[in-house]
């Protein structure tokens, strides 16, 4: 019995397998990119704002999709012209060194003091994956 059991496992895994094979498609959790966090920090005055600045996206080891790249829970009146979309492809470290392959560019209008934190997100359709920004808006000169 325990053979037969065992057979029948085998069989619907192998059947499993070549169903994924033959679709092209890989599981949800097969993930082979990262959104790399590089803590990034814009820094504007209460009074101006700045009116076209942008933060940076690494997405970094290999995609079959074209990433998109955007920004969630933004400060009020921030907006987006929305992120560059990374075509399939692939981006790995060189020297120690991590390519920049997209952008979200933002204005950012006259803001009360504080600091805020939207999300720099990252998503193939399939799995989205973010990484905290920083907005500081302070009364002086940021300098």
């Known amino acids: 019995m325990k053979t037969i059991h065992r057979a029948a496992r085998m ?12 679709s092209g498609t890989t599981p949800a959790s097969a ?10 920090r814009i820094c504007v005055t209460s009074s101006s704002g700045h009116p076209g600045t ?10 079959s999709t074209t990433v998109q790249i955007a920004l969630q829970n933004l400060p009020p009146g921030v907006t987006s ?15 120690g060194s991590t390519t ?4 979200v560019q933002i204005s950012i209008p ?20 973010s990484v905290p920004v920083t907005i500081s808006v302070k009364q002086q000169s940021c300098y």
């Open 81 to 95: 012209m929305g992120g560059t979309p990374i075509p399939p492809g692939s981006n790995y470290p060189k020297n």
């Open 100 to 103: 920049i392959n997209g952008f």
């Open 54 to 63: 942008y933060f940076v996206a690494a997405v970094v080891g290999s995609w």
């Open 11 to 22: 069989a619907l895994g192998a059947t499993a397998g070549l169903a994924l094979a033959l």
């Open 110 to 129: 006259p803001l009360p003091v504080g600091e805020y934190t939207p999300l720099l997100t990252a998503s193939d359709s399939t799995e989205t994956q």
């Open 31 to 40: 993930a082979t990119w990262e959104l790399r966090d590089f803590q990034q």
